[in-house]
């Protein structure tokens, strides 16, 4: 495949197929994902070209289709599992976090678990309970597991293959929010900056802000509202959640002396804070003001009519950075 412009789903779909292309070991498995190609049709296609044995559609039991996943590793496949939405994921934590997160530890190294297992992560889609979750969280708590987080296209092709290819457990939130926004994707060139790697993705001088995912854009959006006022913010895209890519922002902050934080995911216990307290700790004497945070709520996702009202937007974010510049 040539170089293209591709939205993100089939950023990703791409991805599966050049993956899968490469080493037959390779196979999907989840909701819908055959014939259908997905609710999101991140897969279609792949069901025609690869058959029923290697594009399985699964029954509606999220634990069993992780469960067998960690069968298949065992036997030297490649499972690449799909969750059909971010709050049908929980069925599922369990084997993650005890089976998957933890056979390579369990065997003395004896037994790799290269699983990928594909999560629709986000807000701001007008969808109903257990769709719009942010439980990015839950799993960097967990040892043992990857985990990356795509805002872009050529990220999305790319962390797929590589995710693929990696040894260990790979979770991937991708930005469903953002699924149909194109981007060039150049699939014959791998990216010099590993997906283990936070991004700059705008350079600036008066605080850095980071963001992942589906809260790109905003953190985008606000670093040019800044600018309007004379406020340079520099921009980074985390991109990887686990293991988080501290030097990176570390250098950032040592620069610019400020910090703020945008996630969807409540700030309650979020991965905001995790990343708040290291920086305050590595950065205490370039620090000209606390490291904040803007996220979601500490509430139930709200219904999809107030969800506009749960959700960082770009006054909250010119807030917080507001308050960055009083100190």
Known sequence: MSSSTLPIAKAITAGLRDAMRVDDKVLLMGEDIGVLGGVFRV?????????????????LAEAGIVGTSVGLAVRGYRPVVEIQFDGFVFPAFNQITTQVAKMHNRTHGAVHMPIVIRIPHGGGIGAIEHHSES???LFAHTAGLRILAPSNAQDAYWMTRQAIECEDPVIMFEPKKRYWVKGDVDPDHRPELSPWEAAVVRPGTDATLLAWGPSM????ESAEAAAADGIELEVIDA???SPVDLPTIAASVKRT????????????GGLGGEIAARISEECF???EAPVLRVGGYHLPYPPARMEHAYLPDLDRVLDGVDRLLEH
């Open 43 to 59: 897969t279609d296609g792949l069901h025609a070209e690869f058959g029923s044995q290697r594009v399985v559609d699964t029954p």
């Open 135 to 137: 439980p990015e969280a």
């Open 217 to 220: 854009p905003l953190a985008l």
């Open 239 to 241: 991109r990887s959640l």
């Open 257 to 268: 002396g400020r910090l703020l934080i945008v996630h969807e995911a409540p700030v309650v």
């Open 285 to 287: 004497y370039h620090l």
